[in-house]
């Protein structure tokens, strides 16, 4: 009986806490039970709430190690973005977050895989979560999209950031949140709005090969079905944005899961029959 109410406690619990995901546009930042290293970290997630199963058994988990042989390069991506922008900007969720003004009277729009979507908003992943061809790079910026015809189906662009190299120039997404990040670093809470220069990533989806493959949230409940187009080609960062980001967001990627239909790795790391069924306290 005992065990019964706790699990209900931690049910409601985790329902409440739920309605603000970062991939939402829900504004909400109630702290979050779950975290990115430790006792709270992505290999517990699963034992954090009944709700959290998918985390251990899905086959289909993101973030994963983007390669030619397990995802598809597809063409005419399109960001239909305004160059600049107003948008807020605030932490939460362990993530940077840059959502759009709810007043904001530009349409927001994005063709992928033919189909036709709706920014939500976008944030940053340090270091990036996913790899390509097992390469790592230093932040993935993650832009969230919901479909335009079908309700809550959602499509995640991602596109690495990495350090200047030779004679390249910084992207201006990065410059656009400089004064933000100053902000934030003083008052963790705070919301500000920032115009943000958007012409490097629409060039990037434009110009670069996206690979797209079907995974899942990458935070908890982890539900699959969420659709990820990733851009192979990084827009670039100068030393001193990067540790600026780096103050706010802490590390917040989850680590690299198997090959889409391959077994879950947490699956093959506890193989006994009901080693993954027991929702524990842990880290709380
Ligand atoms: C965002 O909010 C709009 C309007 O309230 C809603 O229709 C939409 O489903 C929400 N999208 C997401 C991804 O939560
Ligand atoms: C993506 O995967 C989900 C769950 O595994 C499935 O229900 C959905 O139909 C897939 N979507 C696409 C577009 O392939």
Not at 43 to 66: D, L
Not at 178 to 197: C, G, I, P, W
């Amino acid at each position: 009986m005992f065990i019964f109410e706790k699990c209900l406690a931690l049910f409601t619990f985790f329902t409440l806490v739920l309605s603000g995901p970062i991939f939402g546009n829900d504004t909400s930042s109630a702290a979050l039970p779950y975290g990115y290293a430790g006792s709270t970290g992505p290999n517990v997630w699963h034992k954090m709430s009944a709700e959290w199963k998918e985390c251990a058994t899905s086959k289909q988990q993101s973030p994963i190690n983007i390669h030619a042989r397990t995802t598809v390069a597809v063409r005419d991506s399109q960001l239909l973005y305004p160059a600049v922008a107003m948008f807020e900007v605030f932490y939460e969720a362990y993530a940077l977050r840059v959502q759009l003004v709810p007043s904001d009277p530009q349409e927001f729009a994005a063709m992928l895989g033919g189909r036709r979507y709706r920014l939500v908003q976008f944030h940053f992943q340090l270091p990036g979560e996913h790899t390509l061809e097992d390469e790592y790079f230093p932040v993935e910026i993650h832009f969230v999209h919901e479909s335009v015809d079908v309700p809550g189906q959602l499509a995640v662009v991602g596109i690495f950031g990495d350090f200047l190299k030779g004679t390249g120039a910084p992207d201006p997404i990065f410059s656009s949140l400089k004064n933000q990040l100053e902000v934030l670093r003083r008052r963790k809470d705070a919301r500000l709005h920032a115009s943000v220069d958007l012409k490097g990533v629409i060039r990037n989806i434009e110009t670069s090969t996206i690979r797209y493959y079907n995974g899942s949230l990458p935070f908890p409940p982890c539900s699959e079905g969420i659709l990820w187009y990733i851009s192979e080609e990084p827009v670039r960062l100068r030393n001193e944005e990067f540790q600026d980001l780096k103050k706010i967001t802490k590390l917040n990627s989850r680590h690299t899961q198997n090959d889409l239909g391959s077994p879950n790795l947490l699956a093959m790391a506890c193989p006994g029959a009901g080693c993954l069924d027991e929702v524990s306290s842990v880290g709380r």
